[in-house]
């Protein structure tokens, strides 16, 4: 749990990411609400916060590639973890009804996890920079509908035309938590990230990294590439492992995996955070 700290988030009040910031963060603590992902990381960087909870992937639609990119970076590490269910509700003013709008307006995210709904009800769509940014144009204009989470509909004095839109049931968004140090202590529910890239184009070269991992009996839970931006063919793997970086193993296989890349780099080693529910 952070306490009594200055804690960043991806803004508006509102938006799924100010909800799972309030479920890891203590009431005497600050939130800060920033405009995008890289501001949160400049200010954490530059010591302007002390935390920041931002997402970093979800499971329709995979990947947030910009906090990817921005943990090669900045000299940051990541703390924790934790998943925070995603429902999302249509919300319209008081009185609206699913005749009356035309326009559904939410986040690009919000709105790829919503297309079965919103091609059912066959509505235009506009995308908005926030779910809480959709809420207050929607709050002007009673002919257009918001998606978000409930707390949009307590901010906003909106109401839930139609509930739990989201294409599949099981939609959750992984959260991670960033400070300039990771959890020193080892528990039995530890997960380490790493990034490397490969030696130029060495045939077998991702097997011989991944051979280590094998060898050492460690469970990788995911493995991505991203464009290292240096060049067509050249990337950057992501990987998670199950494991703290200071067991004897999972030291052992990085320093050999260390010696098998161009670049390397761990970007924490960190436990899941218990949340509450929605």
Do not use: W
């Not at 978000?148 to 992984?174: A, C, F, H, P």
């Not at 703290?244 to 010696?259: F, G, M, Q, T, W």
């Amino acid at each position: 749990m952070i306490n009594n700290k200055q804690v960043g988030y991806l803004g508006p009040e509102g938006t799924f990411s100010n909800e799972a910031a309030l479920k890891v963060t203590d009431s005497k603590d600050t939130l800060v609400a920033f405009d995008n992902i890289i501001s949160i990381f400049e200010s954490l960087a530059d010591h302007e916060i002390d935390e920041a909870v931002v997402p970093i992937e979800n499971s329709t639609e995979g990947s947030v590639l910009v906090t990817l990119d921005a943990l090669m970076h900045y000299n940051l590490k990541i703390r924790g973890e934790f998943l925070l269910p995603i429902r999302h509700y249509l919300l319209v003013q008081k009185g609206v009804t699913i005749d009356d709008i035309t326009l559904i307006c939410s986040h690009p995210q919000a709105i790829a996890q919503c297309r079965n709904y919103i091609h059912q009800v066959n509505k235009r769509v506009h995308a908005t920079s926030s779910t809480a940014d959709a809420a207050r144009y929607v709050c002007e204009l009673a002919t257009a509908g918001v998606i978000g989470n409930k707390m949009l509909s307590r901010k906003y004095d909106l109401e839930v035309l139609d509930g739990e839109i989201q294409d599949y049931d099981n939609n959750v968004t992984r959260f991670a938590l960033i400070s300039h140090e990771d959890d020193f202590q080892i528990t039995s529910n530890d997960k380490t990230s790493i990034i490397l890239s490969l030696h130029g184009d060495k045939p077998g070269g991702l097997y011989e990294v991944l051979s280590i991992f094998a060898r050492e009996s460690i469970n990788l839970t995911k493995i991505e590439s991203r464009p290292s931006k240096k060049g067509m063919g050249k990337y950057l793997f992501f990987i998670d492992m199950e494991g703290h970086r200071n067991e004897p193993k999972i030291s052992h296989a990085l320093n050999d995996v260390k010696n098998q890349t161009d670049f390397f780099k761990v970007l924490g080693s960190y436990h899941q955070i218990t949340v509450g529910g929605n």
